[in-house]
């Protein structure tokens, strides 16, 4: 059997498979070229190690006031734990919610003081954003942070040398598993979907608490967790995986 091509019909296949192409190289070229080099020496994780049926739901930039404790009641009711990547400004203003968070079993971890752009940003105001919000993370739980998230996933040399300095190792995300839950309009059940596609062990699934679009990232929590209930996925934090991945 033998298909015939229009010439436009060819010209849109063919471009559509350069944009996949090209898709997938923007990933791995975006992140940074040293990348695989930094993963291998484990000062960034983008997933764990692991044929266990566990994985890491991660939230970004809370805490909120109308969000966070929508997640967190949700996570309770499921009895899953999460990490909560957390900015300094948000914490300062919400206590409140932190004290819950770390009381509750979760892990807390830094994603800046205010989210600022690290790719406009000299290092000595890198710095000053990671260590004013470990101070406050420190203040309100006691705790030392042992995560850091970059705003926008940047990475540079300059960066992974303040963590090393800091002892905090970069917690990135498993690439597969960003839905893109602060996109105002994606729906509760898309991004649920979305996961739920990709589920696999070990992985560092990324949702937002902190973003606008924050009831539909908790109604999302609560249709995967039912759904990974039914996989026998059990969700841990960060620290918790990276114990489990070792002893394997």
Known sequence: MFFVLRKKDLIVFLCGILFIGLSWSTFHIAAHPNMESWLKEKIVISQFPTDKKIVVLTYDDGPDPRFTPLVLD???KHHAHASFFILGKRAENHPEIVKRISKEGHEIANHSYSHADFNRINKAAMLQEIQTTNRIIHFITGKKPLWFRP????????????????????????????????????GAQQIANHII???????????????????????????LLDDLEKQSYRCVTMSELMALANKE
């Open 74 to 76: 949700i996570l309770k």
């Open 151 to 186: 705003p926008g996933g940047f990475l540079s040399y300059q960066l992974v040398e303040i963590c090393r300095k800091e002892n905090l190792t970069i917690a990135y995300w498993t690439y597969q598993q960003d839905s893109k839950d602060w996109r105002p309009g994606v």
């Open 197 to 223: 596609k990709r589920i696999k062990p070990g992985q560092i699934i990324i949702l937002h608490d902190g973003a606008p679009n924050g009831m539909q990232t908790a109604q999302a929590t609560d249709i």
